[in-house]
């Protein structure tokens, strides 16, 4: 499984490399949820935890009228959901493109937006496996 594809494999999960990598490689197996067909899902919509060992975070996924959409919930801090909307997939990548032309120094926020991971889990929402 170490090079397989993200949505061809029924269980597993990417951490930051693009690789599926499962339990035995040290994976907090509360990621794997999700891809064991059960959908991590609340009365605000459907989620992943961005920082695995921080469940206190969550990213919010749905798909939008033209791309997928994101939104940071933190319990810690409640007007952070009232006080950012939803943010498209375009935005995060341009964000990021930014972010590198302006070399900024430190790890870019826009790790938090996992494309591969919301592709998932809409598609496992709707019960469908073609391509998003």
Not at 6 to 34: D, E, F, K, M
Not at 88 to 115: C, N
Request: aromatic content about 10%; charged content about 25%; hydrophobic content about 40%.
């Amino acid at each position: 499984m170490g090079g397989q594809d993200i949505l061809s494999a029924p269980a597993c999960a990417r951490w930051r490399t693009g690789r599926c990598v499962g339990t035995q490689a040290g994976l907090n197996p509360a990621v794997l949820i999700l891809f064991q067909g059960k959908i991590m899902e609340d009365d605000l919509g459907l989620y992943y935890y961005p920082i695995l060992e921080n469940k206190k975070i969550r990213m919010y996924v749905r798909m939008g009228p033209d791309d997928i959409e994101f939104r940071l919930w933190n319990a810690d801090d409640q007007n952070l959901w009232n006080d950012h909307g939803w943010i498209e997939w375009r935005a995060v990548q341009q964000a990021a493109r930014l972010y590198r032309e302006e070399q900024r120094e430190g790890k870019p926020p826009v790790g938090f937006y996992d494309i591969e991971i919301a592709k998932r889990l809409l598609k496992d929402a709707i019960g469908d496996h073609s391509s998003i």
